[in-house]
């Protein structure tokens, strides 16, 4: 079994920064991407950004310039470096992981639980 743990949100003011991180557990043999998603009220789950097992990165328009995504492979930790913030932003937060387990061999999506992020003064 795997379990994906996000931590750091929480209330910011417009312009502040939040450093999310999401750390993965269990029977793990290798993960592949890892990425973050958020959702807003009353609004669809959507993609921020992604990391690849090689280091390459991708992001959302809506949030190119101001997040950056990076990983520690040997704590099987993805994080979300998040400046300039925007109400905009405010979302529950989650992130994601392509993992592969070995005994049984299984190679899935895992999900966090999600963490909030407020911005508002």
């Known amino acids: 079994q795997v379990q994906l743990v996000e931590s750091g949100g929480g209330l910011v003011q417009p312009g502040g920064s939040l450093r999310l991180s999401c750390a993965a557990s269990?029977?793990?043999?290798?993960?592949?991407?890892m990425g973050w998603y958020r959702q807003a009220p009353g609004k669809q789950r959507e993609w921020v950004a992604t990391?690849?097992?090689?280091?390459?990165?991708n992001y959302a328009e809506s949030v190119k310039g101001r997040f950056t995504i990076s990983r520690d492979d040997a704590k099987n930790t993805v994080y979300l470096q998040m400046n300039s913030l925007k109400p905009e932003d405010t979302a529950v937060f989650y992130c994601?992981?392509?993992?592969?387990?070995?005994?049984?061999?299984?190679?899935?999506?895992?999900w966090g639980q999600g963490t909030q992020v407020t911005v508002s003064s």
């Open positions: 994601n992981a392509d993992v592969v387990t070995l005994l049984p061999y299984t190679a899935r999506a895992y």
């Open positions: 990391i690849t097992s090689d280091g390459s990165t």
């Open positions: 269990g029977n793990i043999f290798r993960i592949n991407s």
